[in-house]
C-alpha cells in the first residue's frame, strides 16, 4: 500500500532557554501539536545567534532571562538585547517571549511595533494549550502583546495605524486601495491590522469562531475607543 505523505507543514522552530525542563516540555508540546515540526534548542544568547546565522527558522520562542554564554550568569538584559538584534537583523521572524518577565518589554515596546513579523508573548505559567495558541497566532503573522503592559495600559496607536482605521472606516476602502494611498506594500496594510486587533484587545479567533466580521467588530472597537468617528 502506498503511504500518503502528511499534508502537515514542517515548521522548524528554535526554542532559546537555559532550563533544561522546560526546554524538554516545551519540545514534547511543540511536537505533539506540529507533527513534522524541526525543534532546535538552544540555552544562551551566543548559541541562538549562531544557530540563526546559520539556519532559517518559521518561529523563535525566546526566554528573556538567559546566559550570553555557558558557565555565565542567566540576565534579563541578555535575552532583551538578543531580542532587538533578532528584531533589527530578522524582521519579519516570527517570535513569541516565554518569559516570566513580559513586563520588561515595555522598555522596547516602539521597536516591538515596528517588527514585521508575528510578535506574541506567553507569561511563563500559563497552559500550554495557551502558549500553544500564542505560537499558532505568531506563525499566523498576528500580533499579541498587550500583557506587556496589561489591559489597563494606555492606548497608544502609530500614525500609520491610525491611517488605516481612518482609511477603513471613514472612506470605506479596502486593503489594496488603503496600501496605495499610504504608498506601501498590501502586506505592510495587513500587518497593521494584526497590530490594531491586539491594541484594542481584540480576540480574532474567537471573533471569527461566533462567525462575525473581523472588520465589523474592529470598528465598532475603535468607535468605541474614540478613535474614528
Given at each position: 500500500m502506498e503511504r500518503k505523505e502528511s499534508t502537515e507543514?514542517?515548521?522548524?522552530?528554535?526554542?532559546?532557554?537555559?532550563?533544561?525542563?522546560i526546554l524538554q516540555v516545551t519540545d514534547s508540546d511543540l511536537r505533539q501539536k506540529y507533527l513534522n515540526a524541526v525543534i532546535v534548542t538552544a540555552k544562551t544568547a551566543?548559541?541562538?545567534?549562531?544557530?540563526?546565522?546559520?539556519?532559517?527558522?518559521?518561529?523563535?520562542?525566546?526566554?528573556l532571562q538567559i546566559p550570553e554564554k555557558m558557565g555565565e550568569e542567566s540576565k534579563l538584559q541578555t535575552g532583551i538585547d538578543l531580542l532587538q538584534n533578532i528584531m533589527r537583523q530578522?524582521?519579519?521572524?516570527?517570535?513569541?517571549?516565554?518569559?516570566?518577565?513580559?513586563?520588561?518589554?515595555v522598555r522596547i515596546k516602539s521597536e516591538i511595533d515596528k517588527h514585521e513579523g508575528g510578535f506574541t508573548v506567553a507569561p511563563k505559567g500559563l497552559s500550554n494549550v495557551a502558549i500553544?495558541?500564542?505560537?499558532?497566532?505568531?506563525?499566523?503573522?498576528?500580533?499579541?502583546?498587550?500583557?506587556?503592559?496589561g489591559?489597563?495600559?494606555?492606548?497608544?496607536?502609530?500614525p500609520e495605524w491610525n491611517?488605516?482605521?481612518?482609511?477603513?472606516?471613514?472612506?470605506?476602502?479596502?486593503?489594496?486601495?488603503?496600501?496605495?494611498?499610504?504608498?506601501?506594500?498590501?502586506?505592510?496594510?495587513?500587518?497593521?491590522w494584526t497590530k490594531l486587533y491586539d491594541v484594542?484587545?481584540?480576540?480574532?479567533?474567537?471573533?471569527?469562531?461566533?462567525?462575525?466580521?473581523?472588520?465589523?467588530?474592529?470598528?465598532?472597537?475603535?468607535?468605541?475607543?474614540?478613535?474614528?468617528?
Open positions: 507543514p514542517r515548521y522548524k522552530f528554535l526554542v532559546v532557554d537555559d532550563h533544561p525542563q551566543r548559541q541562538a545567534s549562531e544557530r540563526l546565522e546559520c539556519e532559517q527558522f518559521d518561529l523563535v520562542l525566546l526566554d530578522y524582521s519579519q521572524l516570527n517570535l513569541v517571549i516565554l518569559s516570566s518577565y513580559i513586563e520588561h518589554l500553544l495558541t500564542r505560537v499558532d497566532a505568531a506563525l499566523n503573522g498576528c500580533s499579541h502583546t498587550r500583557d506587556i503592559w489591559k489597563g495600559g494606555v492606548l497608544e496607536l502609530r491611517d488605516v482605521l481612518t482609511l477603513a472606516f471613514q472612506e470605506g476602502l479596502a486593503d489594496k486601495t488603503i496600501a496605495n494611498r499610504m504608498n506601501v506594500a498590501e502586506r505592510t496594510v495587513r500587518h497593521y484594542l484587545d481584540i480576540d480574532t479567533e474567537e471573533i471569527r469562531n461566533e462567525g462575525k466580521s473581523l472588520r465589523v467588530c474592529t470598528g465598532i472597537r475603535a468607535r468605541k475607543k474614540g478613535l474614528i468617528e
